[in-house]
Every structure is written in structure tokens, then in C-alpha cells.
């Protein structure tokens, strides 16, 4: 089975008929974001490497290599699944379906060849003609009473959803630069002790059955899975809280003694 990496490189960002270079820019900033790499645009209305640079910075790879087609089938014609999209309903009946769907088949179709997601011009969307040439309609479901999406967030929207069916939703989460590593068995098991030691010196326990609150406070802080440093501080106020009764304790031990030793 190809890595994720080689699965989207066969999938294809395909562009007819765009009009504003703004918009162009915006589609190759997308496609950087989502690990998407292939450009196809047929008969653009404007094209300037400088000033598409210029609004997506550190795209010159996916500039450099974008193809350039004399039409739409020339755009199509080795792709093995196409997969349109449509923001307003058409006379004809379309494969329509979520852009959530069609991701995942689209992923799985480029592990066997090259697939396309296709867009249509921002003012009137992919014609009836173009549509023809579509395995599907892919949909973003929108607010009825603000649908617009221009071009550049549709395909931030649907290049999301194919960068998470290819595997992205399996990388690591962010780490705070603070971030100690997780905490070992032996570190957890010696806060659950101190903890338990600083809540029995405060007489905690007094009202309350031991065992079932430890439990508890376990399975609590087990939930939250702390880093090292964290289950250090939650040990810290465990020795903290015996420690203060501790010295209180022998403060009203002296204090007495010193009572006693003058008659009092």
C-alpha cells in the first residue's frame, strides 16, 4: 500500500476557467497547507509566477510545476476518478454526495492512479459540460442563507478532508515547549502517595471512605495523563499539604511544652 505521502501526490487540484489571480494564489496556498502538491489550470484569466509567489509565500515548487492545459479533457484525460463540485442545484441528476465521502474514495482511488478534484471558474461555478466529464459533485454543506464559498476556501474545505482520509488525523498532536514527556508508572505512583499522605494529614478521610476517593482521584488524574513536570507539581502539593500540618502540628507540640515548663 503506497505511504500517504505518494497518495497525495497523485491527487490533482484542477482549475477551469479562473478569473482572478487572487483566487489562484489562495487554491496553491491550500494545497500547501494540505500536503497537495499537483496543479492542473485550464485557461486562466490571469497568470503571474511573480505575484502568485508573491501572495503564497514558499509555493514556487507547486508554481513551478503547475501544467498548463488547452482544455478541460487535455486537464483529465489519465485521471482515473474526477470528482467536481457544485454550490447550486442543476436540472440534470449528479453522483452528488459530502465532501467528507468523497475524500475518503478519492484517497482510495489514488493508491491505484491519478484522481481530480475539479473547480469551475468563481463566477458561475463548473458548467453542465464540464460536469459531464465528473465521476461526482462533491458538496460543502453552507448556512442557506450564505452559501458563497469562494474558490480558495472550497478547496481549503475539500483539500482538508482528503489530507485527513489519507492518514493526517494519525499525527501527533502539538506539544507545549515545556513538555517534560509523560510521566512513568513509578512518578504517577508516587504523587497518587503523596497525595494521599497530604489529604490524610488534613483529616480528608474523616467523613470520607479512603479506598473510593483515591480511586477516584486515580482514575481522575490518570484521564488527564500528565507530563512529568505536572505530576511532579500535584506530588509537590501532596508533600506540601503534609508538610504544613506537620509544622503545625510541632508548633502546637512547643507550644505546649514551653506552657508546661513555666506552670502554666
Known sequence: MPAPD??????????????NLVNIAGVIRAMKNMGLSRLRVVDPAEWDTWRITGIAHRSDDVVEATRHCASLD??????????GTSARPRTAQRNYDHARPWAGR???AAREGPVALLFGREDRGLSNAALDRCDGVAIIPTDPDYSSLNLAQACLLLS???????GADSLPLPRGKRYTGRATRG???SMFSALEEGLERIDFFSAREPEG???TLRTLLSRAEPDRQEAGIVRSMGFEMRNRVDHLLQGASEGSEDDDAHGT
Open 6 to 19: 505518494s497518495v497525495l501526490d497523485r491527487i490533482h487540484i484542477v482549475l477551469h476557467e479562473p478569473q
Open 74 to 83: 487535455e486537464a483529465l484525460e489519465d485521471m482515473t476518478l474526477v470528482v
Open 106 to 108: 478519492m484517497v482510495e
Open 160 to 166: 482538508y478532508e482528503v489530507f485527513m482520509a489519507a
Open 187 to 189: 512518578e504517577m505512583e
Open 213 to 215: 476517593v483515591l480511586r
